[in-house]
């Protein structure tokens, strides 16, 4: 790990430095407004650099030693002492408890970013290889892949992965982007919290809430996104909300904006929880500015699309779509909609969380669902709003530590108990703004059921909800008048939460093979252990003839590993690209800087079943095959046609 990411974090701790001594809104709220410029920043370095293919440690270490230096040379020049010293407040014991158990989690889950390598099934395919690909080939403009999630799906989290893989020369911090989001997500919903009237105790609640949510403690080790963009998400409910709440200026347009863009840019289930949102704010713009409400309005919504714009520029070249390939569209929207097709799958999501161990209980419920889905005449796994998948979706399941397919059952009850108490209690403070909060929340949910197919590993794009949704929690209950009773609930939240902190798969703290006495290189594989002897084999080989260039042949491949058992201990740098493209991306074959690949060896991973050709063709150069073992091959370049390179 070198100094040079030091950079970066230098930059944010100086941002931050001057906005908390120059602002009057607090340390929570300086953090959040600091992500944003970072995030901001961080996407306009990529996107310049990435047009001159000049993403490299150099460019990017000297673009962040500029931006380092800025803000230094503002702070130290512009910088009002500190007139905001921290207020002590006295806070109860049993909040200092809470406190302290959030710092447990959140060490916890860093402590598993820090030491456990990218493993997560997305990551080994898609999430991680764009890294690679991108800082390659210098630029993060497309590319011939057999995987086109690599192109299409938006980047901003891969992005800032990047950053850390080039600034490291390794994956060390790749894990820790998810985990810098989850703890700005538990600090922001605390500020939701306060925008909807609670106080210390409900700011406190709502955050205990946050950082207990099972899927969010296995996703904040993970280099998947989905807690990237719960943070935006939060920065721009946050913002939206201060709209409404104080006489905001042009910065908190501004930062609604940049959320939004920067949300939309990591995940596209972005928009279907900001939309209910978006029309939240029209709404709060139109009571206080009147006619001129579409000033605001326009100006965030320009924002977010130039922050959005190189990548939709890109896949609009590719494809003629802004977000997805049409094949992908096609595959995950609902083909049919009625109220019975989204019954179903508001039935389905809600199921996903909720877990039941006792297998009799279990399939009385099971039952129940199966015949509500016959009263409404559609089959379960009907494939025209459910994705294809080996194994049918047969219901609710047992509790899983597994980090696509756990749930949140107590969390979704502890959602549910608060829509109980704000719907009958008359007492509580933010009743119209709850209500409100609530409504756009549940109808973003809606949202996500009636446009996107159903898929039983989808249990991660609620996490959004889920962290929304502890604001409102926080608040409403911190209310309730059974104080007792309440902090019994907050805490058999937070105790349900544990065996998720040490047992969560594929990163356990704890166990047999755990992250801490499992080789580096065996834990990549730790979701398909059974490929790894496979690919240190094949690595074998290709190192022993001193092979550099790479082709890659596959449909599906497990791609991420195969670049990390490759450049380990390789004395010369690798370079891997698909061949046998027969996509959309084929197009880019024949562009620079991939018309003048020359592969010196070609490894395919098929199964052994599927693909038994012993000689390949790659621009009509023939490759025979030299080495075999399980699902992988390698191919060399036939010596009779050409000399070896």
Same mark, same amino acid.
């Given at each position: ?83 905001? &010293? ?51 080939? $210098?630029?993060?403009?497309?590319? &011939?892949?057999?995987?086109? $999630? ?160 190189? $990548? ?36 389905? %999501? ?54 696509? %397919?756990?749930?949140?059952?107590? $969390? ?144 599906? &491949? ?24 027969? %996509? ?62």
């Amino acid at each position: 790990m070198t100094i040079f990411v030091l950079l970066p974090l230098s930059f944010f701790v100086f941002i931050f430095l001057i906005l908390r001594n120059n602002g009057e809104n607090g340390i929570r709220h300086a953090i959040l407004s600091t992500s944003i410029i970072y995030g901001v920043s961080l996407t306009f370095i990529t996107e310049l650099f990435s047009i001159f293919r000049l993403i490299t440690r150099g460019w990017i270490s000297a673009a962040w030693a500029s931006a380092f230096i800025i803000a230094g040379y503002v702070f130290i020049k512009y910088n009002k002492k500190a007139r905001h &010293p921290l207020n002590v407040t006295r806070i109860p014991r049993f909040l200092i408890l809470l406190i302290c158990l959030i710092a447990f989690i959140v060490a916890a889950v860093g402590l598993i970013a820090l030491v456990a390598p990218p493993n997560t099934w997305d990551s080994m395919t898609y999430h991680m290889p764009r890294v690679m690909h991108w800082i390659q080939d $210098h630029s993060v403009a497309h590319y &011939p892949t057999s995987m086109t $999630h690599q192109l299409f799906m938006p980047p901003w989290a891969e992005f800032a992965i990047m950053h850390f893989q080039i600034l490291t020369d390794g994956d060390r911090l790749a894990n820790c982007v998810q985990w810098f989001s989850m703890i700005g997500c538990i600090i922001g919903v605390s500020l939701i919290a306060k925008q909807l009237g609670a106080g210390l105790r409900g700011q406190i609640f709502a955050s205990v809430i946050a950082a207990s949510i099972p899927m969010g403690i296995l996703q904040g080790s993970s280099t998947q996104n989905d807690y990237v963009v719960s943070f935006w998400l939060v920065c721009f409910v946050y913002f939206a909300l201060r709209i409404k709440k104080t006489r905001t200026g042009l910065a908190d347009f501004l930062q609604t904006g940049i959320s939004l863009g920067l949300a939309i840019l990591t995940k596209l289930t972005a928009c279907f929880y900001a939309l209910p949102f978006f029309f939240l704010l029209f709404w709060f713009l139109l009571k206080r500015f009147k006619s001129k409400s579409w000033k605001p309005l326009v100006l965030i919504i320009a924002i977010a699309l130039v922050i959005n714009m190189g $990548h939709f520029s890109r896949n609009a070249a590719l494809s003629r779509s802004l977000a997805y390939g049409t094949a992908a569209k096609q595959r995950v929207v609902n083909e049919i909609y009625g109220f019975q097709f989204l019954t179903s799958n508001i039935i389905r %999501n809600a199921g996903l969380h909720l877990v039941m161990p006792a297998k009799r209980v279990r399939d009385k419920m099971n039952m129940a669902i199966k015949s509500l889905h016959g009263m409404l005449g559609i089959d379960m796994n009907d494939p025209r709003i459910t994705l294809p998948q080996p194994v049918k979706y047969t219901g609710i399941t047992r509790i899983s530590f597994g980090e696509d %397919n756990t749930g949140n059952p107590v $969390h979704l009850a502890l959602i549910l108990l608060t829509l109980v108490f704000l719907m009958t209690s008359r007492s509580l403070k933010p009743k119209a703004d709850g209500v409100a909060y609530a409504v756009v929340n549940l109808a973003a949910f809606v949202l996500i059921c009636f446009t996107v197919k159903f898929d039983p590993y989808q249990g991660r794009y609620h996490l959004p909800l889920f962290v929304l949704m502890s604001a409102l929690a926080g608040t409403v209950l911190a209310e309730i008048s059974y104080k007792r009773i309440m902090n019994l609930i907050i805490l058999i939240c937070v105790f349900y939460s544990v065996p998720w902190v040490f047992r969560g798969n594929p990163r356990p703290l704890i166990g047999e093979k755990n992250i801490f006495n499992m080789p580096r290189i065996e834990q990549y594989f730790r979701t398909r252990i059974w490929l790894k002897d496979y690919y240190v084999e094949m690595a074998s080989f290709v190192k022993s003839r001193h092979y550099s260039e790479i082709g890659l042949l596959a449909a599906k &491949p497990w791609e991420y590993p195969l670049w990390v058992v490759l450049e380990e201990d390789h004395m010369q740098k690798i370079r891997i690209e698909y061949v046998g493209v027969d %996509n959309i991306s084929a197009k880019l074959c024949d562009t620079y800087p991939f018309k003048d690949f020359d592969p010196q060896a070609i490894v395919s991973f098929y199964d052994e079943t599927a693909f038994e050709d012993k000689k390949i063709f790659n621009k009509n150069i023939s490759y025979i095959q030299q080495w075999s073992s399980g699902p992988l091959k390698v191919f060399i370049r036939d010596r009779s046609q050409f000399p070896e390179k």
